[in-house]
């Protein structure tokens, strides 16, 4: 298999001897530019999916150890202000659980240059929160539903939750939170007869359906490629139903490729579409335009990076204010600089991040 085949940038990589750029954006050796930025607020979670997380729950980051309401504003000016970051994702864990959040969206959305600002959530507890989240100046919501089933939704998450995530997707769509987007994993082949049900029903609501291959972040570190089901057989599945037509418009660094479901129009009179995320089978490295904070200010150039680079000196040293922001820059240029062509997740020497995706945010 090619780096091509292989989703991997193709831009020669320069010597490791080169510094990180002192200033400007955030850029990798490979010349990519991350303007996306994915913040987790909190690793804690109220459901307890499968894929995702023991029984028990984890031990959850101590409260001393996260970032406060000022210190992810500090670092959101910073990320915007100085290193070009344009869309701002808040994710978890759970990003609900976290009371300050109204505060947060709030203050990015002040930001000079605003950011596009958007949120992922398991939906639990939107219903309460939807209008204030856009009041604050949310633009757009992932909400997680993998299945439309009552009785395999509880057995996934290990909660008797669906009617509040239902009325949590409603909720946003009255708020004016569109495209409301509705994020799938499908944890087992089994699953996959239940799709066409949960395409239609978005199509029907006017949400945006994204099917995302399962990824090895798990915590028990349980994932089995030869169990997770593919993209192929997510799109052969969606076929014997529905008519999917190849979507012109350019990808550019989405994680998602998309397709037309002909036959079907969205909110705004648009053809419909549908989304597949296959981090896996389809890696889309070289186009990636991500960086990502975790919830106890680390920054991770990649979902699964092996390393990652510690903010909490810059914040927490008693720095005078404009020193703070500048090691703040020169820590996230240092970080970006040294990403990887891509996710090793199909080489032979692959290792599952210590971090699972609660800690790390999507």
Request: negative net charge; hydrophobic residues 40%.
């Amino acid at each position: 298999m090619s780096i091509t085949d292989l989703g991997l940038p193709t831009t020669p990589k320069p010597s490791r001897d080169v510094d990180a750029p002192s200033s400007g954006t955030l850029v990798d050796t490979f010349g990519r530019v991350a303007t996306d930025l994915r913040v987790s607020v909190t690793d804690r979670c109220n459901l307890r999916c499968t894929y995702c997380m023991p029984t028990e729950g984890l031990d959850w980051l101590p409260s001393d150890d996260l970032l406060t309401t000022d210190e992810f504003v500090r670092v959101l000016t910073v990320a915007v202000r100085d290193l070009g970051i344009r869309r701002i994702r808040f994710t978890g864990g759970e990003p609900l659980l976290r009371r300050d959040l109204e505060d947060l969206i709030r203050a990015a959305s002040n930001l000079p240059e605003r950011p596009e600002l958007a949120l992922t959530t398991n939906g639990l507890g939107l219903r309460h929160r939807a209008r204030a989240l856009a009041d604050a100046g949310l633009d757009r919501i992932n909400v997680s539903l993998d299945t439309l089933d009552r009785t395999r939704f509880a057995q996934i998450t290990r909660r008797d939750r669906l009617a509040d995530v239902l009325d949590g997707l409603a909720a946003a769509r009255d708020a004016g939170l569109s495209p409301v987007k509705v994020n799938a994993v499908v944890p087992h082949r089994d699953d996959l007869e239940r799709l066409p049900d949960l395409l239609r029903y978005c199509l029907d609501e006017g949400y945006q359906l994204r099917i995302i291959e399962q990824m090895p972040l798990d915590a028990d570190h349980r994932w089995a490629r030869n169990e997770m089901v593919t993209a192929d057989e997510i799109l052969a599945t969606l076929r014997c139903t529905f008519d999917l037509a190849p979507d012109p418009r350019p990808r550019g660094g989405a994680p998602a490729a998309t397709w037309l479901v002909r036959g079907y129009s969205d909110p705004m009179g648009l053809p419909a579409r549908v989304g597949v995320i296959a981090s896996v089978t389809r890696p889309f490295c070289g186009d990636c335009d991500r960086t990502r904070l975790t919830a106890d200010g680390a920054l991770r150039n990649c979902l699964f990076a092996d390393a990652e680079t510690s903010l909490m000196p810059a914040l927490r040293s008693g720095l005078a204010s404009t020193d703070a922001d500048e090691e703040i820059a020169r820590r996230w240029r240092g970080d970006m600089w040294r990403k990887e062509a891509g996710h090793a997740v199909n080489t032979t020497d692959f290792r599952q991040p210590d971090r699972p995706m609660s800690a790390i945010g999507g």
